[in-house]
Nanobody
Framework: QVQLVESGGGLVQAGGSLRLSCAAS????????MAWFRQAPGKQRELVAS???????VYADSVKGRFTISRDNAKNTMYLQMNSLKPEDTAVYYC???????????WGQGTQVTVSS
């Protein structure tokens, strides 16, 4: 069983920055991908960014150039650096760990990000 704990959410003004962290209870060094999703009220959960254990990244068009996903395998932690935040970035942000060996996804509990205008 993999446990994921997100942190770093909060309230920030438009144009500000936040860094989210997702700490995993297992080694994330190989055979997986990790991702950040977000869900705003009344909307479907959407992919924000993903990163494989090899370091390949994918970003949603809406966050390209503003958000950066990264991982520290030694700390079993993934990060999302969010700059130039906009009110439309307001959502609950979720961490997902995809285990390629057992073909199963694990989710964190979510962290609220609120961007005021």
């Amino acid at each position: 069983q993999v446990q994921l704990v997100e942190s770093g959410g909060g309230l920030v003004q438009a144009g500000g920055s936040l860094r989210l962290s997702c700490a995993a209870s297992v080694s994330i060094a190989s055979s997986n991908a990790m991702a950040w999703f977000r869900q705003a009220p009344g909307k479907q959960r959407e992919l924000v960014a993903s990163i494989t254990s090899g370091g390949s990244t994918v970003y949603a068009d809406s966050v390209k150039g503003r958000f950066t996903i990264s991982r520290d395998n030694a700390k079993n932690t993934m990060y999302l650096q969010m700059n130039s935040l906009k009110p439309e970035d307001t959502a609950v942000y979720y961490c997902r760990y995809s285990d390629y060996e057992v073909y199963f996804d694990y989710w964190g509990q979510g962290t609220q990000v609120t961007v005021s205008s």
